[in-house]
């Protein structure tokens, strides 16, 4: 997942400033100031432009974990809170992506923390470059090869515990995707004269230590070593133990380094015999003995730490044994062999034990430069690493300061070559304006050492190698001479007079004013340690030992290849080697770390004002402040910033046609800075503000990730159209195919359907063809049956005129006759008018009703009233007559039907007549009733004799008795009631007893109420207030509702002149003693059959369900 980009700037949450450009006001004081806020508050890092400041702080910080190492990586320079993993990442991308070869200078005093910046350069790097089985044993080869060299050629000092006492410049090489490939090391210079001395309170290199602590004590015994310090003469003993260092487990490590870096395990072996054998040296002593020609000569006091360095290293114990007691000289094919006093032999001792030492250390750089060298030939993009002793003012300085300050001299010289001058004479190069700034420039120093003429080194050698005795007060003589008017060399004797007064200076020693300050050398021992002389005899013995690593450690010791010239002198090789460096330095982009010391004490948490400032005034950081205000603070020449930035404006992109300068010109116009932000040189651009060019990447970065976009969208729209063209073929392929199919089917169908049209045209032909055949045929029939008629026509004309031919005579005959009528008429016409018109109108009237009645006597209907039938009328004219003869004859034909009725036969049509009358259309039981002949008594009374008291109670005409059933109101049941209908009165009595229960007047009878239904249910209601109403009026059923109520009518109407009153409703009330009750009609089920029930819902309602 991308990471989420934070812009930050290191300006964010700053402590004092992070950038000394940005100190305000600047001078000495806040430039100290602003370093001790940051220190308290464990900032160790601070930049002059790009140049980084690091501050020891003798304790370890959490900023070194991976997840800084992380947040560093592929940040911009400004943007984060100073740092060395900054400086590193810079210097890794431009390596990477800008193609230009880095060196990275740290430099300060010893104990600043060069060698552990140099190793957090390294591992930065290995973080963050490519990642791979091959490519990560490549980095821990590098890696390891430090504590190897670290445990060889580091050491304990006064100033430090784990003081490099060698310069090392190591160049690790990448290919060009930034992968490391592998490193060249080299070695400057070590301090051998610590393997045999160290100054007071400091130790030897560590590997001593290291192993008597912690090899196995079979590896101890096998080295012929014991793990007590004290035994041997070499190790210092004072310190033999330093604080918080483990020298037993760092043992393990160096021996896991030297594994992983490849060394084999004999080689390993090896190596730690020429310690062993260089550490027992120390212990080989020497006492005089007198010769025979009175010259004392040295003889080895115990001959047994001899025999076993012999044992140790294969050489020959008498070989070696001889050379620490004469020594062989050469001179003109002469061989001279003299006796070595004691002094001597212990210069031999020494000489021998610094030989292998350093031989031996330099052989380790070349064995790893071997294991870690590039496997490839491709071309390599370099890093250098140079982390080389700082500058050193010790009470005692001799050669070996005067080389190490030579060379911090030389860095100087670089620094300021490739920071102050080379930027201010860029400017004037540039045509930029500028103004100066005064600057010390040390050259004057370098000359003072290396001039190859009057050089101090130059002196030296030709002191050690002029013939005649030589001696250091006899280079400090000449010295004398030649340096004396030089303005930073003082000495006692010097001429000039400046320093005649200056008792400071001891008659052995002469004085320097180094750019970093004062430093007085004790001349003593710089003539040996510059010829590093060891007599021949050792190195041959040295030659011939039985062990190959010694063997190759001196070649010179075999005789076949004696080289009479001398070997050139410490001082020149070295010279040449800083050269070199030098060379090679300036060829690569440098970047600075500039390391300070806060205090002489190796503790935390102090900050020793005098001595940073001292610090800070021979480093010239505060110029270097100044420089870097006053300029720029990026430059670029124009080809290479347009080719970079050419993406950031449409003029320039992709190409530009003029000139590179004016193609930036028009680039920085286009996007807007600031004209003082930046300026036209000859060949460069020169940017001002670093945020310049960081805002200038950013676009650029931005820009190009726009480009990436357009790349990818072209390539997604070529795609898609490729995609889309095919889709597009196949598309066509496919729509052909379907309209070839498509089209083959409507042709089919087209075909089919012309078939059937074709079919149906050729029947419609036929079909024509056969009518027009028919129509042909029926012609020909036609033509015939026409002929036939004609003939038929001519014949029948021919017979009507033969007809009107004889009607013709016969109209004749007749007109003949009518003439001659009217001629009798005409002549009997008086008499015809008279009489004979109306006899003849008069006679055809009787005849034609002759003829009438006649007919209708034969056509006369039945003697049925109800029959319909007549006969039509014959003659309009009898219309009238017809009528009148069809109603007399009805008439007479209905007299005749009733003449045969007897009167009783007329009283039964009377009274049905009237039941007609008042319920025809009205009640459902009539039309049942019209069949039934009224009987009136049904109960035969008189002839009863059950009934003889009830007819002697009546004495009237009984017109109907008959029994119906009286309805109780209390419960709808039917008791049963003999009815009786007199001429005035109504009666009702027990069926069985026939004793009379009630007798109503007619006249108190006011209404009869029925319903319309099929039912024979009736009430009589009686009058109020008459004395039959006092139980009520009745409800009665009987069957023979029709009769009864028609009767009850007649009779009333006959004796009371009064109509009485028939409701005919399916609901009544009727009044029972003091209430109303309401009697209700309904449609009810059949389960009783067809007899109506009567049923008591309520007090005040009876239903009667009509079937
Ligand atoms: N960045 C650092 N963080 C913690 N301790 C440091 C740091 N730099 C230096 N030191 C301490 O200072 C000592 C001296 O540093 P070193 O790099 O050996 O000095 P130089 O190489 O300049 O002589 C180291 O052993 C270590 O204890
Ligand atoms: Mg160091």
Not at 909 to 937: C, H, I, T
Request: contains cysteine; glycine residues 4%; hydrophobic residues 35%.
């Amino acid at each position: 997942m991308a990471k989420m980009e934070v812009k930050t700037s290191l300006l964010d949450d700053m402590i004092g400033v992070g950038d000394m450009v940005l100190l305000e006001p600047l001078n000495e004081d806040s430039f100290i100031n602003n370093l001790k806020k940051r220190f308290d508050h464990n900032e160790v890092y601070t930049y002059i432009g790009s140049v980084v400041i690091s501050i020891n702080p003798y304790r370890s910080l959490p900023i070194y974990t991976p997840e800084k190492v992380e947040e560093y990586r592929n940040r911009n320079f400004y943007e984060l809170s100073p740092h060395i993993f900054a400086l590193s990442d810079e210097a890794y991308r431009s390596l990477r992506d800008q193609d230009k070869d880095q060196c990275i200078l740290i430099t300060g005093e010893s104990g600043a923390g060069k060698t552990e910046a140099s190793k957090l350069v390294m591992s930065y790097v290995a973080a963050v470059c490519g990642k791979g089985a091959e490519v990560n044993q490549v980095k821990e080869q590098l890696l390891q090869s430090n504590p190897v060299l670290e445990a060889f050629g580091n050491a304990k000092t006064v100033r430090n515990d784990n003081s490099s006492r060698f310069g090392k410049y190591m160049d690790i090489e990448f290919d060009f995707k930034g992968d490391p490939l592998g490193g060249v090391i080299s070695n400057y210079l070590l301090e051998k004269s610590r393997v045999v001395k160290q100054p007071r309170g400091e130790r030897n290199f560590h590997i001593f230590y290291q192993i008597l602590s912690g090899a196995s004590e079979e590896f101890l015994c096998k080295l012929k070593l014991e793990r007590d310090f004290s035994r041997y003469n070499y190790l210092g003993l004072d310190s033999a133990r330093v604080n918080g260092v483990d020298d037993a487990s760092n043992f393990r490590t160096v021996r896991n380094a030297m594994q992983i870096v490849g060394f084999m395990d004999h080689e390993t072996q090896s190596v730690f015999e020429v310690v062993a054998a260089v550490l027992k040296l120390g212990n080989i002593e020497f006492k005089p003995e007198s010769r025979a020609n009175g010259l004392d000569e040295s003889k080895i006091k115990d001959k047994n730490e001899l025999k076993e360095i012999c044992e140790l290293t294969g050489i020959d114990q008498s070989v070696l044994e001889r050379a620490f007691s004469f020594r062989t000289v050469e001179a003109k094919q002469e061989k001279v062999s003299t006796t070595l006093n004691v002094a001597q032999a212990y210069y031999a001792r020494d000489a021998l034990a610094k030989n292998l030492y350093s031989r031996l250390f330099s052989w380790l750089v070349t064995r790893i430069n071997e294991s870690i060298k590039a496997q490839t030939k491709v071309r390599k993009k370099v890093m250098g690493v140079l982390d080389i002793y700082g500058f050193e003012i010790f009470e005692d300085n001799s050669f070996e300061q005067f080389i190490i300050n030579y060379c911090n001299e030389k860095l100087q010289q670089i620094f300021i070559e490739l920071t102050l001058k080379e930027e201010q004479e860029e400017y004037i190069r540039e045509g930029i304006e500028w103004t100066h700034i005064e600057y010390f420039n040390n050259a004057i120093i370098c000359d003072l050492i290396e001039n190859n003429q009057t050089g101090i080194l130059a002196m030296l050698d030709e002191e050690c190698l002029r013939p005649g005795t030589v001696t250091d007060e006899t280079f400090l003589e000449k010295l004398n001479q030649v340096c004396a008017t030089h303005q930073h060399f003082e000495s006692r004797m010097s001429k000039c007079s400046r320093f005649l007064n200056d008792t400071s200076l001891p008659h052995s020693c002469f004085r320097i004013q180094h750019y970093a300050g004062k430093v007085m050398y004790q001349v003593e021992g710089f003539v040996d340690k510059n010829n590093d002389l060891l007599y021949r005899d050792l190195s041959q013995a040295m030659w011939k030992a039985n062990h190959s690593l010694i063997k190759a450690l001196f070649p010179e010791g075999n005789p076949a290849k004696i080289n009479l010239k001398r070997p050139p002198t410490a001082g020149s090789q070295f010279k040449a080697s800083v050269a070199t460096l030098m060379k090679n330095l300036q060829t690569k982009n440098p970047n600075y770390i500039r390391c300070i010391k806060p205090n002489d004490k190796k503790a935390a948490h102090i900050f020793n004002e005098a001595l940073v400032c001292h610090q800070i005034r021979y480093l010239g950081l505060l110029e270097n402040v100044r420089v870097r205000r006053a300029g720029y603070a990026f430059r670029q020449p124009y080809e290479p910033c347009l080719e970079r930035y050419k993406m950031l404006c449409k003029q320039t992109w992709p190409h530009w046609r003029g000139p590179a300068r004016a193609g930036v010109e028009v680039l920085f116009n286009e996007l807007g800075i600031p004209e003082e932000e930046f300026s036209f040189g000859r060949s460069k651009i020169f940017i001002r503000n670093p945020r310049t060019l960081f805002k200038l990447e950013d676009l650029r970065k931005q820009r190009l990730e726009d480009l990436a976009t357009l790349i990818e969208k072209i390539y997604r729209g070529w795609k898609c159209r490729t995609r889309f063209l095919l889709m597009k073929k196949c598309q066509v392929v496919i729509a052909s195919w379907y309209r070839r199919y498509s089209q083959q089917k409507k042709y089919q169908k087209i075909k089919s359907s012309a078939i059937t049209v074709q079919s149906y045209i050729r029947g419609w032909k036929a079909r024509k063809l056969l009518r027009e055949l028919k129509h042909l045929k029926r012609c020909n029939e036609a033509a015939t049956v026409i002929a036939a008629y004609w003939h038929g026509t001519q014949a029948r004309r021919e017979l009507r005129r033969l007809k009107d031919e004889a009607r013709n005579k016969h109209a004749i005959a007749v007109i003949w006759a009518f003439w001659l009528g009217y001629k009798v008429r005409r002549e009997y016409r008086k008499f015809f008018r008279a009489n004979a018109g109306r006899k003849i109108y008069e006679f055809t009237l009787q005849r034609l009703m002759q003829k009438y009645f006649l007919e209708m006597k034969n056509k006369m209907p039945s003697l049925s009233p109800i029959d319909k039938n007549w006969p039509a009328r014959p003659y309009l004219f009898l219309d009238s007559t017809h009528k009148e003869l069809k109603r007399i004859f009805h008439l007479w034909r209905c007299k005749k039907y009733r003449d045969q009725f007897t009167d009783q036969q007329k009283l039964i049509y009377e009274e049905k007549l009237e039941a007609s009358e008042l319920f025809k259309d009205k009640k459902a039981l009539y039309p049942a009733s019209v069949g039934q002949p009224f009987q009136g008594a049904y109960l035969e009374i008189s002839e009863n004799p059950k009934y003889k008291k009830l007819k002697d109670a009546v004495d009237e005409k009984i017109i109907i008795a008959e029994v119906v059933n009286k309805i109780n109101r209390a419960n709808g049941k039917a008791a049963s009631r003999i009815f009786l209908l007199t001429k005035n009165n109504v009666l009702l009595a027990d069926q069985k007893s026939g004793t009379i229960k009630s007798e109503v007047p007619l006249g108190d009878v006011t209404k009869v109420s029925m319903s319309s239904q099929n039912d024979g249910f009736f009430a009589v209601h009686l009058k109020e207030g008459s004395e039959a109403a006092s139980k009520g009026d009745f409800l009665l059923s009987s069957d023979h509702l029709i009769e009864m109520a028609t009767k009850l009518y007649r009779t009333t109407l006959s004796q009371t002149k009064q109509k009485l009153n028939i409701e005919i409703s399916d609901e009544f009330l009727v009044q029972f003693k003091q209430d109303k009750v309401c009697v209700k009609f309904i449609q009810g089920s059949q389960k009783n059959g067809n007899i109506p029930t009567c049923k008591r819902k309520n007090n005040r309602l009876l239903e009667v369900a009509v079937p």
